[in-house]
């Protein structure tokens, strides 16, 4: 017969991997590539004011090593680069959270920006927010309507 030291040290380790599992879960999104799509853009100030709206599609198509931003399918409308930081933090996978990526992008052939990606989600609304260094009164905010893991 197990002595009630026994019986709680056996829920403690049971509640510990359970804890590690709920996390390992809802992170598990981080290593993978994940393609976000978003028909709706606010561009906003370095106050968060909207500025303007759009309808556009843009895609962002993330992995562990790099970005890429596409704008309306346009092979000539698009951001890449590589991933220099990700910060990952997710209670829910997509529906609660966030991932803060630092990245240089490149814009054309010479274009460089020191940006700042933000996924978040919260309470079940998905959205991306963009910042470039070098437009601090420009950021694009992009409501996501799908994302799709990709292997």
């Known amino acids: 017969m197990q002595t009630i030291k026994q019986q709680n040290m056996k829920k403690i380790i049971l509640l510990f991997l359970l804890a590690c599992t709920l996390s390992i879960a809802s992170n598990?999104?981080?290593?993978?590539k994940v393609l976000y799509t978003s028909a709706k853009q606010e561009w906003l100030n370095s106050k968060n004011e909207i500025q303007k709206n759009d309808a556009d599609k843009v895609t962002v198509e993330i992995s562990k090593t790099s970005v890429i931003l596409n704008h309306n399918d346009d092979p000539n409308d698009v951001?890449?680069?590589?991933?220099?930081?990700?910060?990952?933090?997710?209670?829910?996978?997509?529906?609660n959270g966030r991932s803060i990526i630092q990245a240089q992008l490149t814009?054309?052939?010479?274009?460089?920006?020191?940006?700042?990606?933000t996924i978040?989600?919260?309470?079940g609304i998905l959205f991306i927010l963009i910042e470039?260094?070098?437009?601090?009164?420009?950021k694009i905010k992009a409501y996501v309507d799908k994302y799709t893991e990709e292997s």
């Open 107 to 117: 814009e054309g052939a010479n274009d460089v920006h020191d940006a700042t990606i």
């Open 120 to 123: 978040e989600g919260k309470d």
């Open 28 to 32: 598990a999104q981080c290593d993978k």
């Open 79 to 95: 951001m890449k680069g590589d991933i220099k930081n990700m910060d990952c933090n997710w209670n829910e996978a997509y529906t």
């Open 132 to 138: 470039m260094k070098d437009h601090p009164d420009m």
